[in-house]
Nanobody
Framework: QVRLMERGGGSVQPGGSLRLSCATS????????MAWYRQVPEKERELVAS???????DYVDSVKGRLTISRDNSRSTVYLQMDSLKPEDTARYFC?????????WGQGTQVTVAS
C-alpha cells in the first residue's frame, strides 16, 4: 500500500521559512521521480517543484530561488525548503508520486503566509 505523509506546514510572516517533508512507504522510493504541488480553493492544483531519481530538479518560475526540493533516499522522504515566503505562497501543499502509472497523493499540509 502506497502512502505519502506530508508534515511541516504552518503559519509564517512574509519573508519567513518553512520546511515541508513527505515520508513515503510502499514504493521503491529511490527509483521514482517526486514532486510537490500546491492548491488554493477554487483553483487547479499547481506543480511547484520536482526531483527525479538522479536528483535533477525543476521549479515553477514563481518559486525559483526561494524554494528548494531535495530527497533522502535512505529515509524515503522528499523535502521542500521554503524561504523568503510570500503571501501568494499560501496554499495546501501536496507531494506526489506515480507508481505503475497510478498517481498517489498525500493528504497535504497547509502553508499560510500573512502579516
Amino acid at each position: 500500500q502506497v502512502r505519502l505523509m506530508e508534515r511541516g506546514g504552518g503559519s509564517v510572516q512574509p519573508g519567513g521559512s518553512l520546511r515541508l517533508s513527505c515520508a513515503t512507504s510502499g514504493i521503491n522510493f529511490r527509483i521514482h521521480d517526486m514532486a510537490w504541488y500546491r492548491q488554493v480553493p477554487e483553483k487547479e492544483r499547481e506543480l511547484v517543484a520536482s526531483i527525479n531519481s538522479a536528483g535533477a530538479t525543476d521549479y515553477v518560475d514563481s518559486v525559483k530561488g526561494r524554494l528548494t526540493i531535495s530527497r533522502d533516499n535512505s529515509r524515503s522522504t522528499v523535502y521542500l525548503q521554503m524561504d523568503s515566503l510570500k503571501p501568494e505562497d499560501t496554499a495546501r501543499y501536496f507531494c506526489h508520486v506515480e507508481n505503475y502509472r497510478l498517481s498517489y497523493w498525500g493528504q497535504g499540509t497547509q502553508v499560510t503566509v500573512a502579516s
